[in-house]
């Protein structure tokens, strides 16, 4: 038991401090660049050179926070919806718990993130795995939804979408509603038993 508790205090701390870490690399990137200032090569070398190592890169993915303050608050761009439409109605993935919902929050903002930033600049995987594997796990959330709505049609859309608020010339201008922008979608085609 003293053993296992030392691990989650170590393990504890090293969250922590990962956090702490993304956010204040965050923190002075953003703020070198809203200024135009020139970042110390010194700590731009080092923080790349921690940043773009495979365990960082996954565990930030992962845990949900290697995107900055990502992980205290959601970003507006990160949030998507998945839509499809079941037997004329419109459906979206039932997330039971609590649990499965952050994890598909977690991978949502993922698959936005790289959808609107295709180069995130880590050595993982190229573009193409990549590709390949967003389309994986989207289908996979495609065939449960359309198993957990028991639908009858043969052919499933369903579509990633993402909020898209009008901007405040458009807001003036009287165009005040939101729309949904598709982002990807996928054909799920049940196949004969």
């Not at 998507?80 to 649990?99: A, H, M, R, V, W």
């Not at 608020?165 to 196949?191: A, M, N, S, W």
């Amino acid at each position: 038991m003293i053993k296992r508790k030392s691990i989650v205090n170590i393990w504890g701390w090293f969250h922590i401090s990962f956090i702490l870490f993304i956010c204040s690399y965050s923190a002075y990137h953003k703020s070198s660049s809203y200024y135009d200032a020139k970042e110390n090569k010194v700590v731009a070398r080092v923080s790349a050179a921690i940043l773009k190592t495979v365990p960082v890169v996954f565990y930030g993915r992962m845990s949900g926070t290697g995107a900055g303050y990502g992980f205290f608050a959601p970003q507006i761009k990160s949030q998507g919806l998945i839509l499809g439409d079941c037997d004329g109605q419109k459906i979206s993935p039932n997330l039971k718990s609590f649990e499965t919902m952050m994890r598909f929050n977690v991978m949502a903002s993922r698959v936005t993130d790289y959808l609107i930033t295709k180069d995130d600049g880590s050595p993982i995987m190229d573009s193409l795995l990549k590709t390949k594997f967003y389309n994986l796990v989207f289908k996979s959330i495609a065939v449960k939804t359309y198993n957990q709505n028991q639908c009858r049609q043969d052919t499933l859309f369903m579509s990633y979408n993402i909020v898209a608020f009008p901007t405040l010339q458009q807001y003036r201008g009287g165009q005040h509603d939101y729309r949904l922008l598709k982002i990807k979608e996928v054909r799920i085609v049940k196949q004969p038993e």
